[in-house]
């Protein structure tokens, strides 16, 4: 490979990564603005992130940066905490998962998007209901405790945009993903008729 073809190549990828790393941390933004409960970005931008940088390292921390920005930027202008304690852990651990689980989606179709945005969202209320057994002092520390976590997890979420935790999450991450996924199709596409072009 010649020295001008590889830097041409570099540039690319270099636009790309940014291009992905904006719409994530734009995504992460929309944690700040008013919004139905739990109808956030935050697991479109682990599926994005996991299934479209290719730098492992990047695809783990672009998502947990703008989560990690988003909860900053709660705590500093906004009534509500952006750090509660423990819980917080298991909340992360959910989208390291989620981010991994997506590093193996093989192809980025819509329906593969689709199946991310429903195990995404049971994944997230599952691991983050454990962190709310495992942290507080409301369950006993026994299957029949995370039990009745999860059972007092399900009316908690009763009022949700679309009447429950697990629904609410899966249709906001199948409608944030859509957003980035479009907008990234759309980066990828003109990016190669530059290269085309060129």
Not at 11 to 29: E, R
Not at 69 to 75: A, E, K
Request: net charge positive; charged share 10%; aromatic share 14%.
């Amino acid at each position: 490979m010649t020295p001008i073809i590889k830097n041409t190549m570099n540039k690319q990828n270099n636009k790309l990564i940014l291009s992905a790393g904006l719409l994530i941390v734009a995504a992460a933004f929309t944690r700040l603005f008013p919004h139905a409960p739990n109808f956030t970005a935050l697991g479109a931008m682990a599926i994005f992130g996991g299934s479209v940088i290719k730098d492992k390292k990047l695809a783990f921390l672009l998502p947990l940066s703008a989560l990690l920005l988003s909860d900053v930027c709660l705590q500093l202008f906004t009534s509500v905490k952006g750090f509660y304690g423990t819980t917080q852990f298991f909340v992360y651990a959910a989208f390291l998962l989620i981010t991994l689980l997506a590093t193996f989606m093989q192809k980025r179709s819509a329906t593969n998007i689709a199946l991310a945005a429903l195990w995404s969202g049971v994944i997230f209320f599952v691991i983050s209901n454990i962190g709310v057994w495992a942290s507080s002092n409301y369950y006993p520390k026994t299957l029949t405790g995370l039990g009745a976590c999860f059972a007092t997890a399900i009316p908690f979420y009763r009022n949700e945009f679309f009447g429950n935790f697990i629904l609410n999450s899966i249709m906001s991450t199948g409608f944030y993903s859509a957003i980035l996924f479009a907008a990234y199709a759309l980066v990828e596409r003109k990016t190669a008729l530059q290269k085309a072009i060129a």
